[in-house]
């Protein structure tokens, strides 16, 4: 960018020169000097856009990193897990050696350390996915920003992409829709609804069930990594909020009028409503 700049200065100190003759017209003047600032403003753009260039790459960078560290780590602890059975199997073999008595107290201190009881081990694992979980949310929530920021680092979505996408999801609510359906049946339909009782209850936890992959979906702040079904809402949601919202809104209204009369009606209709909102403000990247 420095050189161009340099280069532009010199273009400029020759055409002036060369227009100050008394043989240069004004039609000519008038031309070369749009002709200069066009080029000038060009060169300038050039430079912006460099510089966010730069920016973006620096970011992906860090992103990419970032995104390296959560693998380096679900690496190091399933290698643990690995050098731990060899371990294991090392000692059984030291306590069956010539020095018997010797190798079966080695062997008795690594089942000591090695052999925790399993709710600890599920404990630990727990936690370890939890941490993983965190960083991913934590690498997903930079990226966003990062989209937000600069919309145009990501490639348009093209129409035909947008009416796959869309099919899939349709299906999916279709499907989810089929299943609600078959819950209301097999709980006594709108005679059991109008009663209320444990058959309304019986409804509401079983609709929730099969609308399970859409309150995954809008949990965007707790799971990094939810089902294909969760994930295929959640890349909808990006393209096309407002469709997915419509979409959403109609399947909620058919699972709570299928709740007719029942007690669990308004508490069920709130919880499809704050998972409604929960999605939409998963759209806003930033």
């Not at 949310?137 to 600069?150: D, F, G, N, P, T």
């Not at 444990?198 to 069930?209: C, H, I, L, N, S």
Request: proline share 2%; net charge negative.
């Amino acid at each position: 960018s420095a050189l161009l700049a340099e280069m532009l200065l010199k273009t400029r100190e020759v055409l002036q020169d060369a227009l100050g003759s008394a043989r240069a017209s004004a039609i000519v003047a008038e031309s070369t000097a749009d002709l200069i600032g066009d080029v000038a403003r060009l060169a300038a753009e050039c430079a912006d856009d460099i510089g966010a260039t730069v920016l973006r790459i620096g970011d992906a960078q860090q992103m990419a990193q970032n995104f390296i560290e959560v693998l380096e780590a679900a690496g190091a602890w399933a290698q643990g897990n690995k050098d731990a059975g060899c371990q294991d199997a090392g000692g059984e073999r030291d306590a069956m050696g010539a020095d018997g008595k010797q190798g079966g107290d080695d062997d008795t201190d690594s089942d000591d350390e090695d052999k925790r009881p399993p709710a600890t081990r599920r404990l630990e694992r727990h936690r370890l996915l939890q941490r993983l979980n965190a960083d991913v949310l934590s690498a997903q929530a930079e990226l966003r920003k990062l989209v937000s920021a600069s919309p145009a680092s990501l490639d348009a979505v093209s129409p035909l992409q947008k009416t796959e996408l869309f099919s899939l999801v349709a299906e999916l609510l279709e499907s989810a829709r089929l299943a609600i359906g078959r819950v209301w049946r097999s709980s006594g339909g709108a005679a059991a609804a109008a009663a209320g009782g444990v058959a309304g209850w019986e409804y509401e936890d079983a609709a929730e069930a099969a609308l399970d992959f859409v309150f995954a979906a809008c949990a965007w702040d707790k799971i990094a990594l939810p089902s294909l079904e969760a994930r295929l809402l959640r890349l909808a949601s990006l393209v096309d909020c407002s469709l997915v919202q419509q979409l959403l809104r109609d399947l909620f209204a058919h699972a709570v009028a299928l709740a007719g009369g029942s007690i669990v009606a308004p508490t069920f209709a709130a919880k499809l409503e704050a998972a409604a909102v929960a999605i939409q403000a998963g759209c806003k990247l930033g």
